[in-house]
């Protein structure tokens, strides 16, 4: 079904969305939640369980104490208050890839609560106040094999991993985000980013999206300014920055046009196609009693010693924020300046290729330059392309020292990129650095002063601007490697 959609800067003149995120992120733990089985990714299915993960009768659970401990580093760094004594609950539901039929999970009891992540947003300061932060065991994953769409209509069966089951999962709640208007789409995704950044910082987790250590579900509902909030969809397991992005801009989208047709907008989960950005209705959604919570029997409260807390707090190291600032000050750039790096996943190459050796500029230059032009051009991520910053450095360095002009650097990032190895050793193969010596540069010019005479007519005119047609025939003859300020200077010291 195709929705009728209102295109968003018309939807956004006449409806204030109110954004919410719920993001659960798989902890970075030798072993699971509940038991000792092994985390590792990738592994042969079911290769990884236990009784206790598998759900089999008489197995008891007992807490991973570095969950617990990374989950308070997660909140003390969101602002929260830890709790002095808290609770797990069962949350029943069946589901074949969850085997004890309930999970163990928080709930009116979680470990954090009540903090904030500020987030800067085209240059405002976005704070988002954090509901909870509560620890949870994660299910397993069923893979539906025959049918068309990967899912389980139309498939002919399917089959379960419980690798997965019982990896400890944190969900991060966010209160209610109002007020960012046009930016709602942004501030989504630059929340999703900040906390990533964040809790890679905290090293709790590697926080990868394309394999699900990190995931979203994002809450949006729509209301004529002044107006009490509307009803909130959740699009789930967002696996993307910019499918986060994407999927709040298409529900305002959506939710307007439903708005205008003095329709209903419906409660309900929804599923985002990461091919067209576009989102469908799920099933509609369970109210937290039909999941019958209760305290978890088989398990003692969790009451973490203050001093121990006060011990993590001390251990947390410098924010991602002011690591920017403090960057930014370094590198004397501005807060637009530092945006483009970060929002080009260049922060890190940037501060490496600084790091070995370039000036802060032109590492800013060459990253986000030509090589986010290649990146863009293959399709890929920034660091994912098979260019070190020693050698962006490197190439830097050559250039700064006039060995090669810009063009020439560029030949040699082909060449990088194309895999024929360092920059010195392509130079030297492909004889790519700049004619520096003088008398040679003297003979070109020379040569193109004889083969236009017209032009060097016109300059001794004094048409200095006609000088551009001799320094392209130089750079033709000498094929791009030459220094085009120098052989302007040599061209005007013989003309004028
Ligand atoms: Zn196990």
Redesign the pocket.
């Known amino acids: 079904m195709t929705e009728t959609l209102i295109p968003f800067a018309e939807a956004i003149e006449r409806y204030e969305p109110v954004i919410g995120l719920e993001t659960h992120v798989e902890l970075g733990t030798r072993?699971?939640m509940?038991?000792?089985?092994v985390t590792t990714f990738g592994a042969e299915p079911n290769s990884?369980?236990?009784?206790?993960?598998?759900g089999l009768p008489g197995s008891l659970p007992v807490v991973n104490r570095t969950a617990i401990e990374y989950t308070i580093r997660i909140g003390l760094a969101l602002n929260c208050t830890i709790a002095e004594w808290c609770r797990f609950a069962r949350k029943n539901y069946f589901y074949p890839d969850m085997p004890k039929n309930f999970q163990i999970s928080q709930y009116d009891e979680p470990l954090c609560t009540d903090g904030y992540l500020d987030v800067e947003v085209n240059g405002k300061t976005v704070r988002v106040g954090i509901e909870r932060v509560h620890l949870e065991e994660d299910t397993g994953k069923s893979l539906h094999v025959g049918g068309a769409t990967g899912r389980i209509h139309g498939a002919e069966y399917s089959l379960v991993d419980y690798n997965r089951?019982?990896i400890p999962l944190v969900e991060i709640v966010t209160r209610p985000v109002t007020g960012t208007g046009e930016d709602a789409p942004v501030a989504a995704r630059l929340y999703v980013t900040e906390l990533r950044d964040l809790l890679r910082s905290l090293g709790v987790s590697d926080v990868r999206m394309e394999e699900g250590s990190l995931r979203c579900d994002v809450n949006t509902s729509l209301a004529p300014p002044g107006a009490p909030w509307g009803t909130r969809t959740e699009t789930k397991n967002v696996n993307s920055l910019r499918s986060v992005e994407r999927a709040v801009e298409f529900e305002i989208e959506r939710q307007a046009a439903v708005l205008d047709a003095g329709g209903r907008v419906i409660q309900e989960t929804r599923h985002l196609h990461e091919d067209t950005g576009t989102t469908t209705s799920g099933r509609s959604k369970e109210e937290a009693q039909d999941y019958r919570y209760f305290p978890e029997p088989d398990l003692v409260p969790v009451a973490p010693p203050r001093d121990w807390v006060e011990q993590i707090r001390a251990s947390l190291p410098e924010a991602p924020a002011k690591v920017r600032a403090r960057l930014r000050a370094e590198w004397n750039v501005s807060a637009l300046e530092m945006d483009a790096i970060v929002n080009a996943g260049a922060l890190d190459l940037v501060r490496q290729t600084v790091a070995a050796g370039a000036s802060p500029a032109d590492a800013r230059k060459w990253w986000l330059g030509e090589l986010s032009r290649r990146a863009h051009d293959l399709g890929t991520e920034l660091t994912a392309l098979p260019i070190t910053p020693a050698q962006v450095a490197r190439i830097a360095e050559l250039v700064a020292a006039g060995t090669l002009n810009d063009r020439l650097a560029r030949d040699v990032i082909d060449a990088v990129l194309a895999g024929e190895g360092d920059p010195d050793a392509i130079v030297e193969a492909r004889g790519l650095a700049v004619v520096s010596d003088e008398g040679a540069l003297t003979a070109a010019v020379d040569e193109a002063i004889a083969a236009n005479p017209e032009v060097a007519a016109k300059i001794r005119d004094g048409k200095i601007a006609a000088a551009g047609v001799l320094v392209g025939a130089v750079m033709k003859a000498t094929r791009g490697k030459a220094d085009a300020a120098r052989v302007r200077e040599l061209i005007l010291e013989r003309l004028t």
């Open positions: 072993t699971k509940f038991c000792g089985c990884q369980t236990c009784p206790v993960c598998l089951a019982g």
